[in-house]
């Protein structure tokens, strides 16, 4: 088990370090556009979920970047926070809008685990599409997919209104069943960087499925 990480940490290591060679040595410079750190709170009958999407680019290097998902549900009738997870890879650019990953799962279930995948963003003023796709490296592998789409069309110069759906599916291969889902929707008005409205969260949890349903108003902001 052991052995298996520390290899996927070696690699991940030689990945950063082989990036940085090719293309420090590159004498074009290239514009960095980075999109903001996307923060998101929704305050529901279960408890506040949190969620934070983060995705870089190095300056000198930009084809290489970070990439980042951080969610947490704080139920109102436990002071323990029995929900959360943190996905973090650092990313490198294959195609427009590819990206190579490798990093680091963490969960309260299945504790930190080393991974790779790849993850698809397209996006323009009005729609935003993320697909991401991750395999972890253990005794008991998961494979995960989530998709992101985002729709929100201007309705004066100030306003836009706002819909997302985000859907994630993780399947466990030696059980051969789902170990974790859920879908998100949101719908509201955006003025400049800030979101704000009603949304809804649908989680299950485990073989079993065990469901946990949220519905009430959250706020969005952009950090630039």
Request: proline share 4%; no cysteine; net charge positive.
């Amino acid at each position: 088990m052991n052995n298996i990480k520390n290899l996927n940490y070696v690699f991940i290591l030689l990945l950063s370090i082989t990036s940085w060679n090719i293309y420090s040595q590159d004498k074009v410079t290239i514009p960095v556009i980075n999109p903001p750190i996307n923060t998101e709170l929704l305050f529901s009958n279960r408890g506040m979920a949190f969620q934070m999407i983060i995705d870089k680019k190095f300056n000198s290097i930009p084809k290489l970047g970070f990439f980042s998902v951080t969610s947490l549900v704080g139920e109102w009738n436990t002071d323990k926070i029995n929900d959360y997870m943190t996905q973090s890879s650092l990313t490198y650019e294959i195609s427009k809008g590819l990206k190579l990953a490798g990093g680091f799962h963490i969960t309260p279930v299945k504790g930190m685990r080393p991974i790779a995948g790849l993850i698809y963003t397209k996006s323009n003023k009005t729609w935003l599409f993320v697909a991401n796709s991750r395999i972890d490296f253990s005794n008991d592998t998961n494979v995960e997919g989530l998709i992101l789409v985002e729709y929100k069309p201007e309705i004066n110069k100030k306003w836009r209104f706002y819909s997302r759906l985000q859907a994630l599916y993780e399947y466990n291969t030696i059980i051969d069943k789902q170990t974790r889902s859920y879908l998100m929707a949101r719908a509201g008005l955006s003025y400049k960087e800030f979101t704000f409205g009603l949304g809804t969260n649908i989680d299950y949890y485990g073989p079993e499925k065990s469901n946990e349903n949220s519905f009430g108003g959250f706020t969005n902001f952009l950090l630039f």
